[in-house]
């Protein structure tokens, strides 16, 4: 069992930075496709960003892409997510997810094996 924890979450103003980071145990972290999600109250769960098992590619959602960043540290067994220029619409709780499987796009939750309990990020006006 692979268990996943989310940490880095906070309240920011508009236009600010936050990192989240995720680490894993219970598994071997470079063997795995990494992905962060969101969900914002009253809304379903949505893929923000994905990173292969090397970190050499990875996608992002057209509503992030040019603000995060994610990226991984397999000799730290942590996965980040570096996020600029946030607006409040960015307010949810953020997921970190694990994928054993092979094959790198445009996630959907139910294609993640292993999730964290999330962080929640507010961004205010």
């Known amino acids: 069992q692979v268990q996943v924890v989310e940490s880095g979450g906070g309240l920011v103003q508009a236009g600010g930075s936050l990192r989240l980071s995720c680490a894993t145990s219970?598994?071997?972290?470079?063997?795995?496709?990494m992905g962060w999600f969101r969900q914002a109250p009253m809304k379903e769960r949505e893929f923000v960003a994905a990173?292969?098992?090397?970190?050499?590619?990875?996608y992002h959602a057209d509503s992030v892409k040019g603000r995060f960043t994610i990226s991984r540290d397999n000799a730290k067994n942590t996965l980040y997510l570096q996020m600029n220029t946030l607006k409040p619409e960015d307010t949810a709780v953020y997921y970190c997810?694990?994928?054993?499987?092979?094959?790198?796009?445009?996630?959907?939750?139910?294609?993640?094996?292993?999730w964290g309990k999330g962080t929640l990020v507010t961004v205010s006006s």
């Open positions: 219970g598994g071997t972290f470079s063997t795995y496709i």
């Open positions: 997810a694990v994928r054993e499987d092979y094959g790198l796009g445009y996630f959907s939750p139910g294609d993640m094996d292993y």
């Open positions: 990173i292969s098992r090397s970190g050499h590619r990875t």
